[in-house]
């Protein structure tokens, strides 16, 4: 079993590659879609694991997750085939959708946005989300503050994932305030 913990909440994969989540979806964070109200923090509360969709309205579970990562604002996830989905919030640009905007329910993001290539891992920081692609190639996207998302944009948000100049990565982590 694979388990991340967020400020508040937890994300596991559990042995059949289904994603489960619980804790305070304060920051839509869970993946639990507008069907809860925004009216009490007492609603926002999951105290047993639920299952996160790709599709909640059609009822479409994620499967084949094998590798997640949560922060106090955002999710990521990986799945068997090389998919990247993200949610919760994005007001950075940090969950890689084109403008710093919240998404509420998981979603996948286009393979053209990372070179066309599957996704190996992920790693997310308040700010900012680390993307390592099977070809060894490192992406980011979110806050560029301290230089951390490794490209020459300035310091503003990078909504979309942009490509990392190293060579040869083989693994990487985001911390509030740098990447490794």
Not at 62 to 83: D, F, I, K, P
Not at 113 to 141: E, F, K, P
Request: proline content about 4%; glycine content about 12%.
């Amino acid at each position: 079993m694979t388990v991340s913990c967020g400020v508040n909440f937890t994300l596991a994969v559990g042995e059949n590659g289904g994603l489960w989540a619980w804790g305070n979806d304060i920051n839509r964070n869970l993946d639990r879609g507008p069907t809860v109200p925004d009216d009490t923090l007492l609603q926002l509360q999951i105290h047993t694991p639920e299952r996160v969709f790709k599709n909640r309205t059609q009822g479409v579970a994620l499967r084949g997750v094998v590798a997640v990562s949560a922060v106090y604002r955002h999710s990521a996830c990986v799945t068997e085939t090389g998919e990247l989905w993200m949610w919760g919030d994005g007001h950075w640009g940090q969950i890689g959708q084109g403008a710093p905007q919240s998404q509420n329910n998981s979603k996948c993001i286009p393979r053209a946005q990372h070179g066309g290539v599957g996704v190996a891992m992920v790693s997310c920081a308040d700010m900012h989300t680390l993307v390592l692609t099977a070809d060894g190639r490192a992406w980011s996207c979110g806050s560029g503050e301290y230089g951390k998302l490794g490209h020459s944009n300035p310091p503003e948000e990078q909504p979309i994932l942009d490509f990392l100049k190293f060579v040869e990565t083989a693994a990487l982590v985001a911390g509030d305030a740098s990447t490794l």
